[in-house]
Nanobody
C-alpha cells in the first residue's frame, strides 16, 4: 500500500520561501497523479497544484507564478517549492495521490505552513 509523508513545513515571514516534500513509499503502480492541497482554519480544502506521471502540471490561480510542483527523477518524492509567501498562504498542506487527478484516494497527514 502506498504511503505519503509530508515534511518541510514551518513558520516563515511574508515574502519568504519554503519547500515542502512528500515522500512516497510502497507500490506506486497505477499512481499517475500527485497533488498538493491546503486547508486553513474555517475554510474548505483547496487544491493547490497537481502533476501527472507524464509531467503535466496545473496550479490554482492564487499560487501561479509563486509555487512550483515537481517530482524527483526516481518519482519517489513530490515537492512544492513556495516563493513570495503571503499570510493568506497559511494553512495545513497535504499531498495526495491516485490513479487520476480527478480521483485522489491516498493522502498524507499534512504539514503546517505559517506565514506572518
Amino acid at each position: 500500500h502506498v504511503q505519503l509523508v509530508e515534511s518541510g513545513g514551518g513558520s516563515v515571514q511574508a515574502g519568504g520561501s519554503l519547500r515542502l516534500s512528500c515522500e512516497v513509499s510502497g507500490i506506486t503502480e497505477g499512481t499517475n497523479c500527485m497533488a498538493w492541497f491546503r486547508q486553513a482554519p474555517g475554510k474548505e480544502r483547496e487544491g493547490v497544484a497537481s502533476i501527472e506521471s507524464n509531467g503535466s502540471t496545473s496550479y490554482a490561480d492564487s499560487v501561479k507564478g509563486r509555487f512550483t510542483i515537481s517530482k524527483d527523477s526516481a518519482q519517489n518524492t513530490l515537492y512544492l517549492q513556495m516563493s513570495s509567501l503571503k499570510p493568506e498562504d497559511t494553512a495545513m498542506y497535504y499531498c495526495a495521490a491516485g490513479r487520476r487527478c480527478g480521483w485522489l484516494d491516498l493522502w498524507g497527514q499534512g504539514t503546517q505552513v505559517t506565514v506572518s
